[in-house]
Structures are given as structure tokens and as C-alpha cells.
């Protein structure tokens, strides 16, 4: 069993940053792939970035040059630094981590950009 616990969250001004952390416990051992998830008010839940064991990243095209994920597996968290946001990036932000054949999410953190 995977437990993740995001926080970093909250209003944010267009234009402005925000960093989003992800904190797994229980069975780490064998965390391959995690990744950072979001459902905008009336939307489905879309892909934001994911990044694996080894480093090696994705971002969707709406984030790419703004958003930037990064993990420590010493602290075993994975972060999500986010920046120049737009009102549209509003959300509740998951965390995912994929463990054993099973994803695993957080209870999601909420992302407000507004003036």
C-alpha cells in the first residue's frame, strides 16, 4: 500500500508560482512512475506531467515551458513547480504513483488563479 499526501496549494495571482509537493509512505520499494494529475470545475481529470524512476518526464502541451516536475526519492516526494499561471490552470491538483500494477492518488490539493 501507497499513501500520498499533497499539499503547497491555495490562491495564486495570474502570472504568479506555486510549488505542489507529494509525499508517499507505506510500501515505497517498487514506486516506478508518478505523476501529477488535474479536474478543473465541470471537466474530466487530465494528464499535467508524470516522471519515472529514472528521471525521464512528460508534460501535457497546455503546461510545457511553465510547469516543471521533479522528485526526491531520498524524501520520497514528487513536486510540482508551476509557474506564469493562468486562470484557466484553476483545479484540484492529484498526485498519482504507480506501485505493484496498482495507481495510487492523494486526495487532491486546490489550485485557485485569480486576480
Known amino acids: 500500500q501507497v499513501q500520498l499526501v499533497e499539499s503547497g496549494g491555495g490562491l495564486v495571482q495570474p502570472g504568479g508560482s506555486v510549488r505542489l509537493s507529494c509525499a508517499a509512505s507505506?510500501?515505497?520499494?517498487?514506486?516506478?512512475?508518478m505523476g501529477w494529475y488535474r479536474q478543473a470545475p465541470g471537466k474530466g481529470r487530465e494528464l499535467v506531467a508524470i516522471?519515472?524512476?529514472?528521471?525521464?518526464?512528460n508534460y501535457a502541451d497546455a503546461v510545457k515551458g511553465r510547469f516543471t516536475i521533479s522528485r526526491d526519492n531520498t524524501k520520497n516526494t514528487v513536486y510540482l513547480q508551476m509557474s506564469s499561471l493562468k486562470p484557466e490552470d484553476t483545479a484540484v491538483y492529484y498526485c498519482?504513483?504507480?506501485?505493484?500494477?496498482?495507481?495510487?492518488w492523494g486526495q487532491g490539493t486546490q489550485v485557485t488563479v485569480s486576480s
Open positions: 498519482n504513483a504507480y506501485y505493484r500494477s496498482t495507481w495510487y
Open positions: 516522471i519515472t524512476d529514472g528521471g525521464s518526464t
Open positions: 507505506g510500501s515505497l520499494a517498487g514506486i516506478t512512475t
